[in-house]
């Protein structure tokens, strides 16, 4: 399998983690992005691991260089995603 994905000219100092998030057998990648100081409707992304599709992204108000750390503290069974960046901003989305 092989694919790549352009996001709005973004540069990206986050390492790409796997996840499961579309619920088959392949695992999807998550990746922050951002520039220092520049807002961004790409500070924390997710792409589908068949296809390189993005699934969802989130808003930051500057560059999210952490890993993805995966955790269900909501206790219902789904894992959320959670990514560290500049200006001691924490951001999370609870993954379907």
């Known amino acids: 399998m092989q694919w790549s994905s352009f996001v709005d000219s973004i540069t990206s100092f986050s390492?790409?983690?796997?996840?499961?998030?579309?619920?088959?057998?392949?695992?999807?990648?998550v990746v922050?992005?951002?520039?220092?100081?520049?807002?961004?409707?790409?500070?924390?992304?997710?792409?589908d691991g068949a296809t390189?599709?993005?699934?969802?992204?989130?808003?930051?108000?500057?560059?999210?260089f952490g890993s993805a750390v995966f955790q269900d503290i909501t206790n219902d069974g789904i894992k959320d995603v959670f990514m560290g960046g500049r200006t001691c901003k924490c951001y999370a989305k609870r993954h379907f």
Do not use: H
């Open 15 to 29: 390492s790409p983690r796997p996840v499961l998030l579309t619920g088959d057998t392949i695992m999807d990648i």
């Open 32 to 47: 922050g992005g951002g520039e220092e100081g520049v807002p961004t409707s790409y500070g924390m992304m997710a792409f």
């Open 52 to 64: 390189g599709n993005m699934l969802w992204n989130v808003s930051a108000n500057d560059e999210v």
